[in-house]
């Protein structure tokens, strides 16, 4: 063997342990914040549920009946997406569910004659949707992994001035909800207006809400309500993208340090049987040269 490709050989498994080394890393880093990110979801849960069933009561009991976010638009002309992507990549396939996702639907949308405005969440969602020349308005970045209250409000306020305002009639949701760390899933979920389920009270045995009394005025308990259910809601999606991005992130990076592994087996035997194959080349080299010297004797 070559002392030249014995070198570069050597120089390719050092430089494939460096990047296996980083993958290692990122991957228990990655694996860390799932627990932390995933504690952070269930923390959350038992506001939203609560919030979610006292606007459900209100509006049971007649408060807000009239009122667009509750009941919508008669006529759907433009919808919002709030499509939560990552501001960073190498987390495989997690920002491409969710491109595609709100891609896909505002396709169909623009098939029924609707038109669309996206509120991008995560650099690589602003990114994509700018590439592709779609009609965008503030984006949010910088805090994908670790979400605050504090974003989740003012992404709540935005959305809702953009409803109340007029500019979009409708307000989705996109995101990858947070199963376990084995499972996530892309969903898309009504914002603005409310759900019906939630709009109209829900079901009967929901509805026990509809007797209460409050004070002051249920409309004016509801207009107060209204925004925080909803910075509920954002704040509730920004936490499941976050910890299903750890969670993606985890696995990728575990696939690159399997790989980087097996690609340092394979050039580790790529090596060692050149080295073998040269030395046995020298085996030979030396028996044939020493039996012509005894043929020479001879």
Same mark, same amino acid.
């Given at each position: 063997?070559?002392?030249?490709?014995?070198?570069?050989?050597?120089?390719?498994?050092?430089?494939?342990?460096?990047?296996?080394?980083? =993958?290692?890393?990122? %991957?228990?880093?990655?694996?860390?914040?799932?627990?932390?990110?995933?504690?952070?979801?269930?923390?959350?849960?038992?506001?939203?549920?609560?919030?979610?069933?006292?606007?459900?009561?209100?509006?049971?009991?007649?408060?807000?009946?009239?009122?667009?976010?509750?009941?919508?638009?008669?006529?759907?002309?433009?919808?919002? !997406?709030?499509?939560?992507?990552?501001?960073?990549?190498?987390?495989?396939?997690?920002? #491409?569910?969710?491109?595609?996702?709100?891609?896909?639907?505002?396709?169909?949308?623009?098939?029924?004659?609707?038109?669309?405005?996206?509120?991008?969440?995560?650099?690589?969602?602003?990114?994509?949707?700018?590439?592709?020349?779609?009609?965008?308005?503030?984006?949010?970045?910088?805090?994908?992994?670790?979400?605050?209250?504090? $974003?989740?409000? %003012?992404?709540?306020?935005?959305?809702?001035?953009?409803? =109340?305002?007029?500019?979009? &009639?409708?307000?989705?949701?996109? !995101?990858?909800?947070?199963?376990?760390?084995? =499972?996530? %899933?892309?969903?898309?979920?009504?914002?603005?207006?409310?759900?019906?389920?939630?709009?109209?009270?829900?079901?009967?045995?929901?509805?026990?809400?509809?007797?209460?009394?409050?004070?002051?005025?249920?409309?004016? $308990?509801?207009? #107060?309500?209204?925004?925080? !259910?909803? %910075?509920?809601?954002?704040?509730?999606?920004?936490?499941?993208?976050?910890?299903? @991005?750890?969670?993606?992130?985890?696995?990728?990076?575990?696939?690159? #340090? &399997?790989?980087?592994? @097996?690609? $340092?087996?394979?050039?580790?035997?790529?090596?060692?049987?050149?080295?073998?194959?040269?030395?046995? #080349?020298?085996?030979?080299?030396?028996?044939?040269?020493? @039996?012509?010297?005894?043929?020479?004797?001879?």
């Amino acid at each position: 063997m070559a002392g030249g490709q014995e070198r570069i050989l050597r120089g390719r498994i050092r430089s494939v342990q460096a990047t296996k080394k980083i =993958t290692r890393a990122m %991957e228990l880093i990655a694996a860390s914040r799932i627990v932390k990110a995933q504690q952070r979801v269930v923390a959350a849960v038992p506001y939203s549920n609560l919030i979610t069933e006292v606007v459900r009561d209100l509006s049971a009991g007649g408060a807000g009946s009239n009122k667009p976010f509750l009941a919508g638009r008669p006529e759907v002309k433009t919808v919002c !997406y709030i499509a939560v992507a990552a501001d960073r990549g190498l987390c495989g396939g997690y920002n #491409t569910g969710v491109l595609r996702a709100t891609e896909s639907q505002i396709k169909l949308d623009a098939a029924a004659g609707r038109s669309h405005l996206v509120v991008p969440i995560g650099r690589k969602a602003e990114g994509y949707f700018k590439f592709r020349g779609y009609k965008m308005s503030k984006a949010f970045n910088g805090f994908t992994d670790n979400p605050p209250y504090v $974003i989740a409000k %003012e992404i709540g306020e935005y959305v809702v001035d953009l409803f =109340t305002s007029g500019q979009v &009639d409708r307000v989705e949701l996109v !995101y990858t909800r947070f199963v376990s760390s084995g =499972t996530q %899933e892309v969903v898309q979920r009504p914002l603005v207006p409310l759900g019906g389920d939630v709009a109209e009270g829900g079901d009967a045995k929901n509805t026990a809400g509809a007797n209460y009394e409050f004070e002051p005025d249920p409309d004016l $308990i509801l207009d #107060t309500l209204l925004p925080r !259910y909803v %910075e509920a809601r954002v704040y509730a999606a920004l936490l499941n993208a976050a910890a299903s @991005e750890h969670a993606f992130r985890q696995r990728a990076m575990k696939s690159a #340090t &399997d790989n980087a592994e @097996e690609i $340092i087996n394979n050039l580790s035997r790529i090596m060692n049987r050149a080295r073998q194959d040269a030395i046995t #080349t020298e085996i030979m080299e030396i028996v044939g040269g020493a @039996e012509a010297l005894s043929s020479d004797k001879n």
